[in-house]
């Protein structure tokens, strides 16, 4: 469409569509705005998350301890939801859409980490799968129930009052998984093989190296314990 005025002109050209190109920067653009905003509704202390967290080991060893669930049974439905988290996984990591609704749907329980990698619940799965698989279930057990209450203990204590670093945490943090870690040992196991264990695994939760805690403390429990076991 061409409106001229004298002898100049006006120039205005219409399109029904856009360059593939443009649509794909739009879209990419528009996706990670989005993304943006669902993480930023799961940063801070995460409350729901912690909770979540410590009841969902602590269900799984009161049903194996007290309840009677056979440790075959727990690790065929660990694998049914380990199967089903990577699959979830898979899928919203090669999708931006479903990765936003992943972050919306489960903002109070999702962590700003998980936006490109794996979810935390996934390795949580993993963990708790090869400790009752391959562990006596004493020594799994005491792994599974250091992870459900020392790790968000120690998380929320560094968060709120950690003031000195250590490691990769904080002299708080660290202290208080130690502490909650032998509290969840001495259910399984005496105090002579629970201290050091905490201890060693104190240490490892605070160390900077890029792997879960889901998936470091239950193992590092269950191996401290049995190399303990072995030795004394």
């Known amino acids: 469409m061409r409106v001229e005025f004298g002898s100049s002109y006006l120039c205005l050209t219409f399109s029904g ?3 593939p190109g443009t649509m794909a920067i739009s879209k990419d653009g528009n996706d990670r705005e989005s993304l943006s905003e669902a993480i930023r509704e799961t940063e801070g202390l995460q409350p729901w998350r912690r909770v979540f967290h410590a009841t969902n080991g602590t269900l799984i060893v009161v049903a194996v301890a007290f309840l009677g669930l056979g440790v075959e049974t727990t690790v065929t439905i660990l694998g049914v939801i380990l ?7 898979i899928i919203r990591l090669f999708d931006p859409k479903m990765n936003v609704l992943f972050f919306r749907a489960f903002s109070s329980l999702a962590s700003p980490r998980e936006a490109k990698r794996i979810a935390s619940s996934t390795w949580y799965a993993v963990s708790l799968l090869l400790v009752l698989w391959i562990f006596p279930t004493p020594y799994a057990l005491a792994g599974i129930l250091t ?15 950690g003031k000195r670093p250590f490691l990769a945490g904080t002299v708080r943090g660290t202290t208080t998984f130690a502490v909650v870690a032998v509290v969840a040992m001495l259910f399984f196991v005496p105090w002579w093989m629970a201290i050091p264990a905490a201890m060693v695994t104190a240490v490892l939760e605070a160390a ?3 792997l879960d805690d889901n998936l470091i403390v239950p193992l590092t429990v269950a191996c401290v314990l049995s190399l303990i076991g072995a030795v004394i």
Do not use: F, R
């Open 83 to 89: 199967g089903l988290s990577v699959i979830m996984d």
């Open 147 to 161: 992870l459900a209450w020392a790790d968000p203990a120690a998380s929320v204590v560094g968060q709120k009052w």
């Open 17 to 19: 569509s856009l360059e």
């Open 208 to 210: 900077p190296v890029d």
